[in-house]
Each structure stands twice: as structure tokens, then as C-alpha cells.
């Protein structure tokens, strides 16, 4: 994977599990650590009920989240590992 993404590339992507290639949902956001710029979670826009199922992270809001440690490729898709989610 890349080491220099940018944050505005992948928002918007459509977020697609590695092992089944079944959509999860879109990138609505990506949550990084100000001092390093290391990319925390995604955050999830539009969950599938796929994802949901799975028992992904949620934050106090009530959002989805992805951590950036599952994302495996990132190109016309974010591709993330469906056993790296929880």
C-alpha cells in the first residue's frame, strides 16, 4: 500500500471486502493523527447491510469505522480485509 495517500483521493470510493468483493460502503471520511498525519479509521458513509453483519467498529456517534491497518489496496476501490475489521 501506499505510504503517501491523500485523504481527499479516497473519500468518496466505494470500500470493497478483499475476500469476497462485496461492497461495504463508501468512504465518507478518514480520521489521522494531527502531529504524525498517520491514518487512523475510515469512516464509513452508506453501510451495506454486509457490513453491518460483520460487527465493525463504531464510534460515539454512531459511525462505522474501518481501521486504516485493514485497507490492503487503494485505487478505483479501497479494498479492505473483511478479518482485519474487528
Do not use: C, Q, W
Not at 28 to 42: D, H, K, Q, R
Not at 79 to 86: D, G, K, P, R
Request: negative net charge.
Amino acid at each position: 500500500i501506499e505510504t503517501r495517500v491523500r485523504a481527499a483521493e479516497i473519500v468518496g470510493k466505494d470500500i470493497v471486502s478483499e475476500e469476497t468483493g462485496r461492497k461495504l460502503g463508501v468512504v465518507e471520511n478518514v480520521e489521522f493523527v494531527a502531529e504524525s498525519g498517520e491514518m487512523l479509521n475510515i469512516i464509513v458513509t452508506e453501510p451495506t447491510r454486509y457490513l453491518k453483519e460483520l460487527g465493525p467498529k463504531v464510534d460515539e456517534e454512531g459511525r462505522i469505522l474501518i481501521p486504516f491497518t485493514a485497507v490492503k489496496s487503494i485505487g478505483d476501490f479501497v479494498i479492505v480485509s473483511e478479518s482485519e475489521l474487528v
